[in-house]
């Protein structure tokens, strides 16, 4: 939160009742103004002066002079009173909009003090958990880290935009007292007309001073204070249009390439983090102009396209350096671009590439630094352009159904991207020779199958409701087989680093449609009455194949933080397509078991990766082993609650930094149901420090034990829940270890090694 930005005691503190007298007191006044300067109900007026004044013959000096100064002196009395008139137009939407801000706050504080978390007057949150005593007994909930992020969120939020709200009223009546001797008519008409010419003033200032040259020699200052009029303006279409038609788009891409990397290299220290912050803010104006259809701004869409292919040097004498897609692609990693716009540019972007003369990698040859801070890729525009998808899924989902290259040489951009035939694309390297880029493409297909941009911090899925939302999760869920189907073993994910995270997620985002493929052994689907029980209908589930789903998951869940992710998300929808089963205990049992047997593969492909990882050292393997229990023993907390006694209490662990929304079996009140999982690193080594020792072993056979309690949580809640009997809770353990052994041996290629 920046330093001026109104702090919560602020806020509170506000006192609305003024600004609601000034409010009332400058609608009085423009009423009295109105008056003077046009009449009513026959009273004389400066309007009436300036016609009289215009009639009468005048002689000698009064004929200019006298004529002159009434005819001005009545247009001050018209102009003093539209003054007036946005005066009052400012107070009001300022009081309106700090009313909405008040309420927001308080709102906001009493239901996160509900959750035992505490704001405190500079707008920061804590967790202020009450004791035991204090309870009185009853169960304490103690905030999850998740929580605290997402109520710090929340409460910024708000500050922020009430900060907003202060700076554009303030700088409005500034304004309009600018001259002490005049009136103006210019005035806004609103606080956001009032928002949108002051963003207009601030793009035509630093369009001045860019056209002055010598950008490169900014001093950090300055570039302190274009920073702050980018992160003010990013989301004005007044501020973030004009800038970037001002500069026109080569103008707009020469200006970050001189700023980037000046003559002398490089930018270091704390202008480089300045230069980042730069970076980011501007993306995001030029990703909020980008919606604009105007006919400047279509312009300089085309143009930015156009000048794809041409060199953008810091000396014009000597023309080398990065291509126009090379400096585009670099200021698309924030914000959300215009459809059109993105599909019209990769779209050139890789027909540029693909049609380079010789080696397409000598096209993106360029060492100049143009993204900050420095992330050793060699200016790949196609990374950078996957990120622009990555936040925008409509998209990235129609351009992975698009294509490239015409007749025999036409290409679909998902096998040109993906890694399919000879004519697929060959994504740059580092040093090491190590593949750079696949975590950027796996931005782009996280956003295009989620329906979500992939760093969302509350990631909700997308409504089911009309026929274009179905449409579109039907052409989500074929983008997903076709991720199935292609990350179908573990090589193919390792040659592609980076990418098993954003599967990960993608697997989380789609347990519902694997968990139903699954479902299908021996074909026995279309009669085993699957499509009921997972609602395939009606939360328009897609059919995997069973054998595609299998090698799929035992891919995925050979990385760690990919298993501890996917594990998490079946134990969520596991428990929830229990309860969408109603009170029928048959169907509960059969989704349990089913539910049983997803965990027994999932863990079985991260006991083989262990092995295989660690074959001949069964110290380092039985580390790995304790490490991959020991995620189990973490509880955010996660409550489903299923109103049939169902997983009252489900267990969510937590790995991997991120967010993911975990599509359930039962709606609620409100449409689709959805848990956020919050994944935080555990270090379990640190904590125990493993030694060859029996008390070591047994927390091997713990980390086992813990992995399959974890799995039989739900189910023993709704035996209990439903007052089975001993005999009949041992019966169904039995039937789910036999289920948690058959997906351990779906996963199983007998390459155990190590233990």
Known sequence: MAADTLTAQELTDLRLGTLNTAVSDWKTMVGRLERLATGSDGELSAADLEKKANAADWKGVNATVSREFVTKTAAQFADAAAAAKSVLAVLRDAHSAFKQHKEDLRTAIDELAKNNIYVNGNGKVAASVPSGAAAGGADIHKPTAEELDAAQSRITKILWEATETDRIAARALRQLAKNKYDFTDQGPDSLKDADREQGKADAEYWRKEIAKGNVDEWSKEKLARFNEALENQRDNPGFTEAFATGLGGDGTLQFWRDLASPPGGAVEGDKAKLLAQVQDNLSMSLANASHSDSPAMEAWKKDVIAAGGKPFPVDPAMPMGPNGFQVMSSLMGKGKFDDDFLRDYGTAMLKYEREYPGDPKVAWRDTTTLTYPPTGNPNDPVAGFMDALGHNPEASLDFFNGSTGQGDDKLSNWDYLVGHGKEAREWPVDDD???????????????????YPYDAKDPSIPPMKTEAQIEAREARTDL????????????????????????????????????????????????????????????????????????FLRAVAADEDAYNTVSAAQQAYGSSVMAAQGGDEGDVKRVAMHSMMMHGMLDQSRFESIGQEFADEKEAANRELEKQGAWRDFAAGAVIGTGVGVASEVIIPARAAAAIAVPLAFEVVGGAAETHMSNQTLDWLKENEFDNTDEALQGIDKARDTGQSNAMIPLLNYAQANGMSDDEIWDLSDEAEEAYNKGRARSDTKDVRGY
Do not use: C
């Not at 199935?484 to 073993?489: G, L, T």
């Open 433 to 451: 020779g190590k593949p750079m880029g696949f975590d950027n493409l796996g931005h782009a297909l996280e956003s295009a199958t989620l329906g």
């Open 480 to 551: 997903m087989l076709r991720v199935v189907e292609n990350y179908s073993s573990a090589d193919v994910i390792e040659k592609q680093p980076g990418i098993s995270e954003s599967l990960a997620r993608m697997a989380s985002g789609h347990i519902d449609s694997l968990n139903y493929s699954a479902a299908d052994f021996g074909r026995s689907g279309d009669v085993n009455g699957r499509d009921a029980r997972f609602g395939a209908d009606k939360n328009h589930l897609q059919d995997f194949g069973a054998t595609s789903t299998t090698n």
